[in-house]
């Protein structure tokens, strides 16, 4: 009801359980004045004003509950997708970073002073002004991230695994390039002190252990780096002589092998059970073996004076030349690279005969 309806109806009491509408004041009242009458424009009754607790007008007044707002469910799917691809994403990283090729990519390292690596007696010590460079190279197993990367590198070779590594685990190569940058430090320092007319002797120290393959015995008892002095009791010298005596013994022995862990310490005793396994020495080519070892020589040095090599974190043989130089120029007046800047690489014999690149 509005106050239009009052119109033509008789003037009276409102009927009966009828509340009579009280008028809206629109404006100022004085005191003792009848208010202005209703503008006939205004709703009746008034809309509450908007609930401060509910902010912009059009909420909905105070005490009445509404549903909580849900998106469309393809707004929804939209805002999820981009979460989705990126986990995707990561997971496939993840997943690819980890799973080895049968390739290891070779990359140019660096060319730095062998001169930092090489500590000789003061007393015989020489300044050295135009150190040789020792050079290196950076290997990684290849992974199925990494493969496109090196394959657009122009300065990458890749190689396979048996390339690199032999018909030995990959596992190995580390303690395999420990182990000959170990001998190539050796002959390096035997070389150089030879050529200089220093005297140096030799002498067969038993059997290093060169690397184990996979399925055999060796694999579970032996390590690279390990030198074997006995068999039984049996003096072994040289990796002639191991396989030697392992040739008196058959399938199903078991043999107690004098161990040096690492080629230093004192030996210990290691129980072996031999077992003929058949493995593949070259590609194309399998042996049957019973301890499943590489042997190679175990040779200590006597040196006239005390010379240490210490190249960190650089394995392989082929820094064998460079560190003979190196020893060579800080036992010597004057610059054996006549001022020039000289890079070398390759390996090196104890008697100064020079091999080719082999790391």
Same mark, same amino acid.
């Given at each position: ?30 005191? /003792? !004045?009848?208010? &202005? %009458? +209703? ?5 009746? @009754?008034?809309?509450? =004003? $908007?609930?401060?607790?509910? /902010? !912009?007008?059009? &909420? %909905? +007044? ?5 549903? @909580?707002?849900?998106? =469309? $469910? ?232 005390p010379v240490t090599i210490n190249v960190a974190d650089i394995g392989g043989p082929s820094a064998g030349l460079a560190m003979t130089l190196g020893v060579m120029d800080a ?29």
């Amino acid at each position: 009801m509005t106050a239009d309806d009052d119109e033509g109806q008789p003037e009276g009491p409102a009927p009966t359980g009828v509340p009579t509408p009280v008028p809206e004041f629109t404006g100022p009242v004085s005191a /003792g !004045a009848d208010p &202005a %009458p +209703p503008d006939p424009t205004t709703r009746w @009754p008034p809309p509450p =004003p $908007p609930s401060p607790a509910m /902010g !912009a007008p059009g &909420a %909905p +007044p105070p005490g009445v509950m509404t549903p @909580p707002s849900v998106r =469309p $469910p393809a707004e929804r799917r939209r805002r999820r997708w981009p979460w989705i691809v990126l986990a995707v994403l990561v997971v496939t990283v993840a997943v690819a970073s980890r799973v080895n090729l049968d390739d290891y990519a070779i990359q140019p390292g660096t060319a730095q002073s062998v001169q930092q690596f090489i500590t000789v007696p003061p007393a015989r010590s020489h300044p050295v002004t135009h150190p040789v460079l020792l050079t290196d190279v950076q290997i990684a197993r290849v992974t199925a991230l990494s493969y496109l990367f090196y394959k657009v590198q122009g300065d990458t070779d890749l190689q396979p695994v048996s390339a690199v590594v032999g018909p030995f685990p990959p596992s190995q190569l580390v303690a395999q390039g420990n182990l000959e940058m170990s001998q190539a430090e050796s002959a390096a320092k035997a070389a150089a002190l030879t050529h200089l007319g220093y005297p140096v002797s030799a002498s067969a120290a038993g059997a290093v252990v060169a690397g184990t393959f996979a399925g055999t015995p060796a694999e579970s008892t032996l390590s690279v780096g390990d030198v074997i002095t006995a068999i039984d009791g049996v003096p072994v010298t040289t990796a002639t002589g191991l396989t030697a005596t392992l040739a008196h013994y058959h399938s199903g022995q078991t043999v107690t092998l004098s161990v040096e862990p690492g080629g230093s310490g004192p030996a210990r005793p290691v129980t072996v059970t031999l077992r003929a396994t058949r493995v593949e020495v070259a590609p194309g080519e399998t042996v049957v073996v019973n301890l499943g070892i590489q042997p190679e020589d175990q040779v200590d040095y006597h040196y006239p004076f005390p010379v240490t090599i210490n190249v960190a974190d650089i394995g392989g043989p082929s820094a064998g030349l460079a560190m003979t130089l190196g020893v060579m120029d800080a036992l010597t007046d004057g610059s054996i690279t006549g001022g020039h800047v000289v890079a070398a690489t390759g390996t090196i014999a104890a008697d100064g005969t020079v091999g080719a690149v082999g790391g």
